[in-house]
């Protein structure tokens, strides 16, 4: 039996650097398991669309797609916009079976990718003591996406980061900026912000810009391409594709 096609579902954005992560990494996925196919789809700004690709799968045959939502967190996309596209879909396209994989945090492998971009940004595990850590994410209003990101942040200090903080681009507070100045306020020697986002665009480019504003000490990058996340990406492909207590094969 043939694997499922893996669909990964973006957001999408004006921001050309978005949609080159996007693609960026699914080659990465793409590398991690040869033979799999691979393909990409976004909600809004990018091409092609969600209903574009489903179409042209079960066009060409297959009969089975997993579609996995580039999300972070469950808020308003993934609770209601991809459900909508994917339950209209369906009912265009009866004989092509499509799940929808969970998101991808929280998740260890997604707090590595953090540390793997504070490492890069020049953070040393000496410094870790005496650094005080801004979880920036994109924010929501969904009460659930908050939580999820103040549970991190609060796992994230058992770490040894000498206080770490949540902070938010849009729909929520604190700013990146804001969080910043609390931890200076509270006499943090060292400020780190690490930006909880894929992909470079309007969100993140706020997110640097508090943090310079603020006069953070380092600024990571975005989690981007990273191994660890398409090994995640892989992990909720395998979780949506086989049944509770059912084997996976290889």
Request: aromatic share 2%.
């Amino acid at each position: 039996m043939s694997h499922p096609v893996l669909l990964v579902i973006a957001h999408g954005s004006r921001d050309p650097r978005h949609a080159a992560t996007v693609h960026a990494l699914t080659q990465r996925v793409r590398a991690e398991r040869p033979g799999l196919r691979v393909e990409t789809a976004f909600l809004e700004f990018n091409a092609p669309s969600v209903p574009r690709v489903l179409e042209r799968l079960a066009a060409e045959g297959a009969d089975e797609v997993v579609a996995l939502p580039l999300l972070l967190t469950r808020a308003f996309h993934a609770k209601t916009d991809i459900p909508s596209v994917l339950r209209e879909a369906r009912a265009r396209l009866p004989r092509l079976h499509v799940r929808q994989a969970d998101v991808l945090g929280p998740s260890p492998l997604l707090n590595a990718t953090l540390g793997r971009r504070l490492r890069e940004a020049g953070v040393r595990p000496g410094d870790i003591p005496r650094t005080g850590l801004v979880l920036a994410s994109a924010g929501s209003s969904d009460p659930e996406a908050i939580a999820v990101i103040a549970e991190i942040a609060r796992e994230l200090r058992h770490t040894g980061w000498c206080a770490v903080r949540p902070a938010f681009a849009s729909a929520s507070l604190p700013r990146t900026e804001d969080a910043v100045r609390a931890l200076r306020a509270e006499g943090v020697d060292r400020v780190a912000v690490a930006p909880y986002v894929i992909a470079p665009g309007r969100l993140p480019d706020r997110i640097a810009a508090g943090a310079e504003a603020a006069g953070a000490d380092v600024l990571a990058d975005v989690l981007g391409p990273a191994q660890e996340l398409a090994r995640l990406l892989l992990d909720r492909y395998d979780e949506a594709r086989v049944p509770v207590g059912a084997s996976l094969s290889a």
